[in-house]
């Protein structure tokens, strides 16, 4: 398949819905991720609710990095406003909204952080591990939000119409 035919294949994607869908659900498994931890830190938690929880803290931080990485892959790929890969992976090359993206980013290194030092525990120890993750939670929690609340009401206004003013038009983002 060459890359015109490629392109083509994918401008059939619903690509908006679909980079709206993986952004909001990286950010719920992010969300039961934060959560789950929390709860099995807690000392009256007992030992096999606290078993499940931290199954479903691991697991939903690899499930929110899958969604994460899959918003990013189709941000990239969007036909009608497209971003180059360093527009996503570094916060001052995103010419619009670049503090709302920025945040993003910055989200997104916390997680990466986060799961680089979980996966090296042996090596830095529990302790640091421990330091790394709280304070990747107070900031992620802190950027993610403000992510969120930035990207909120962006598409108010269109009312789901597009650039000829008929439902389903073009994609709202594209600029005019």
Do not use: C
Request: proline residues 5%; glycine residues 12%; aromatic residues 12%.
């Amino acid at each position: 398949m060459n890359e015109n035919a490629f392109r083509a294949w994918i401008e059939t994607w619903p690509i908006w819905p679909l980079i709206r869908a993986f952004g909001f659900s990286a950010y719920v498994w992010l969300f039961l991720t934060v959560a789950a931890g929390m709860l099995a830190s807690l000392p009256f938690v007992p030992g096999k609710l606290r078993g499940i929880l931290n199954i479903v803290h691991r697991q939903g931080a690899r499930w929110g990095l899958g969604f994460l990485l899959l918003h990013m892959l189709l941000l990239s790929l969007d036909p009608t406003m497209p971003f180059p890969w360093t527009a996503i992976v570094f916060p001052s090359f995103a010419d619009a909204r670049s503090a709302v993206y920025g945040l993003g980013i910055f989200a997104f290194y916390g997680l990466i952080i986060v799961m680089v030092t979980s996966g090296a525990v042996k090596v830095i120890g529990q302790a640091m591990m421990i330091a790394t993750g709280l304070v990747a939670l107070r900031s992620g929690v802190v950027w993610s939000r403000l992510a969120a609340m930035g990207n909120l009401g962006y598409d108010e206004g269109q009312k789901g119409r597009g650039k000829e003013g008929k439902i389903g038009g073009q994609n709202p983002r594209r600029r005019r």
